[in-house]
């Protein structure tokens, strides 16, 4: 390789160090490894925006505005407790019954937003049944991470996946995803029942307490609820159709977040905009610029070459080898960057004689999303479940987790892995 190809190598791996570090706030970070590209020659300014991958972005900004301005409403505060009722206000059947309605929501908003919204509801439920909300608040993240699996917007790897190969549309990650995901979420439940049943359990007076609220005080504004469900059912309509309109599905998000804000008014797009997570939009920019290094150097053309040497080309190798890799490597490392550098290896094994890529791109995405739930760090959504539920004085710790997380993230990868080869590979 040439000189130019190791410094990217190196910058690559210092910042790579420093955003699993956590002592330098990653969007600060990647950005710096953006900049330190740019500046030392590996890439220009114009090839570097380029990689930009304005379509993830796009759909990433659209569903943030619109997920921002349908909580003002109340729903998701509604939807908890009629499924809080509909349990009968026992707690096992609440956890198994938020943990489904986190996995569904989690297909069709990012999994980071269903976590913020339904973590609140579920320590005011645990506060009334005077129970621990750790098992509700563990079994929803990783819920969550199942359902981000199902869907092209449920978690940003399958985001940008659905971005860098145009064939694979909103109904092909759900064709093809949402069977082993839900298969995983079933799998799932009897474990939590089971290690958890003896943690959560409380008095009738408690249940017949809770049983007593009503859901539809929690709504707070109609109006604005039935303009939220109107063009969220149009946006979402607009993802199965984003093919056979021609429109890709940074076009659709957008288009339903700018209609609901022309319908709500100008304050809420105020509020709209300062909700957006802004930090996460410039962590991505710095990530594609970051990957633009390597790319550009050659580095993943030869890591391309190397992984076929190593499997011989042989698609069942190839695929087996992405997932469990993706999956370990999500479990420790942010699954963010991992996919952003295993993309274009991908895109480069293709143009090296692999002529079926559609079981490495399910491989990747199974992978990383589903290897996120291996421990505390392995994705955004178990961070800030944590961090939610250490400010309410019920801190999950690390190894105390991954006694749970890690055999369940196993044992789901394992189902993956018959899976992909059944549907795919025999």
């Known amino acids: 390789m040439e000189q130019q190809a190791y410094y990217a190598i190196g910058i690559f791996l210092i910042i790579y160090a420093?955003?699993?570090?956590?002592?330098?706030?990653?969007?600060?970070?990647?950005?710096?490894?953006?900049?330190?590209m740019v500046a030392g020659g590996i890439v220009d300014q114009e090839t570097a925006i380029h990689h930009i991958d304005f379509n993830t972005l796009g759909l990433l900004i659209g569903m943030m505005i619109i997920v921002s301005v349908v909580s003002d409403t109340g729903l998701f505060r509604a939807i908890a407790v009629l499924a809080a009722k509909r349990a009968k206000g026992e707690p096992v059947r609440i956890l198994i019954l938020l943990s489904i309605l986190t996995a569904v929501a989690s297909a069709f908003l990012d999994n980071v937003t269903t976590v913020l919204l339904m973590a609140p509801v579920t320590f005011g439920i645990a506060r009334q049944l005077r129970v621990p909300p750790v098992?509700?608040?563990?079994?929803?993240?990783?819920?969550?991470?199942?359902?981000?699996?199902?869907?092209?917007?449920?978690?940003?790897?399958?985001?940008?996946?659905?971005?860098?190969?145009?064939?694979?549309?909103?109904?092909?990650?759900?064709?093809?995803?949402?069977?082993?995901?839900?298969?995983?979420?079933?799998?799932?439940?009897?474990?939590?029942?089971?290690l958890f049943r003896k943690q959560i359990r409380t008095t009738p007076e408690l249940k017949a307490e809770l049983l007593r609220m009503e859901a539809s005080d929690l709504i707070t504004d109609r109006r604005l609820l039935a303009k939220s469900l109107t063009v969220l059912g149009l946006t979402i309509a607009g993802f199965f159709l984003h093919q056979s309109l021609h429109l890709e599905s940074a076009t659709v998000a957008l288009a339903g977040a700018f209609l609901l804000l022309l319908l709500a008014g100008e304050r809420k797009m105020e509020e709209a905009?300062?909700?957006?997570?802004?930090?996460?939009?410039?962590?991505?920019?710095?990530?594609?610029?970051l990957v633009s290094g390597l790319v550009e150097t050659g580095v993943i053309a030869e890591l391309a070459a190397r992984a076929i040497d190593w499997t011989g080309g042989d698609l069942v190798a190839s695929s087996m080898l992405?997932?469990?890799?993706?999956?370990?490597?999500?479990?420790?490392?942010?699954?963010?960057?991992?996919?952003?550098?295993?993309?274009?290896l991908i895109q480069e094994m293709g143009r090296m004689g692999v002529t079926d890529l559609e079981p490495l791109w399910w491989s990747l995405a199974l992978g990383a999303c589903l290897g996120g739930n291996g421990t505390l760090i392995g994705a955004s959504a178990n961070l800030i479940a944590a961090g939610l539920s250490a400010k309410e004085g019920h801190p999950i710790r690390f190894l105390a987790y991954m006694k749970i997380g890690f055999p369940l993230m196993l044992l789901s990868?394992?189902?993956?892995?018959?899976?992909?080869?059944?549907?795919?590979?025999m």
């Not at 330098?24 to 953006?34: F, L, N």
């Open 322 to 344: 992405i997932l469990w890799l993706s999956a370990i490597a999500s479990a420790f490392l942010d699954n963010i960057p991992f996919v952003a550098t295993m993309i274009p």
């Open 18 to 36: 420093l955003i699993v570090s956590e002592k330098i706030h990653r969007t600060v970070i990647a950005m710096i490894g953006g900049v330190a």
């Open 135 to 194: 098992p509700f608040i563990i079994a929803q993240f990783m819920a969550s991470n199942i359902g981000g699996t199902a869907t092209l917007i449920g978690d940003p790897p399958n985001i940008m996946i659905g971005s860098a190969e145009k064939s694979l549309t909103f109904m092909s990650f759900i064709w093809n995803l949402a069977p082993i995901a839900g298969i995983v979420l079933l799998v799932y439940i009897p474990f939590y029942i089971w």
């Open 413 to 425: 990868i394992v189902l993956c892995s018959g899976y992909i080869y059944v549907r795919y590979l």
């Open 273 to 289: 905009f300062t909700r957006v997570e802004w930090t996460t939009i410039f962590f991505f920019i710095g990530l594609f610029v």
